[in-house]
């Protein structure tokens, strides 16, 4: 599994509604709202980086209201749960 964190600046009056459109793709499993530098925080998790490359450059750069993005990829997890089992059991 490739997992990606993406930080996001969206448009002002839009920030809610940018949020929703990012969960309304497959891959995209969480959005935080963030105070910083960042309006919102995006997690990506999918199975391989083509389909990453897909979800970021074709899909979610269409959203009309991010206006910037910063994505970081994660070469590995640290956490108290096991998401390999959680996307097995068909939670994704």
């Given amino acids: 599994m490739t997992t990606a964190i993406v930080q996001i600046n969206a448009a002002r009056d839009a920030i809610n509604a ?9 891959g995209v499993t969480e959005v935080y709202s963030v105070a910083g ?16 490359a ?26 108290k749960y096991d998401m390999d089992v959680m996307f097995d059991m068909g939670l994704d």
């Fill in 18 to 26: 940018t949020a929703e459109a990012l969960l309304a793709h497959k």
């Fill in 37 to 52: 530098q960042w309006d919102l925080v995006a997690i990506i998790r999918v199975k391989d980086a083509e389909q990453l």
């Fill in 54 to 79: 897909e979800l970021i450059t074709n899909q979610l750069l269409k959203i009309p209201t991010i206006q910037k993005t910063q994505t970081l990829i994660a070469f590995r997890t640290f956490s």
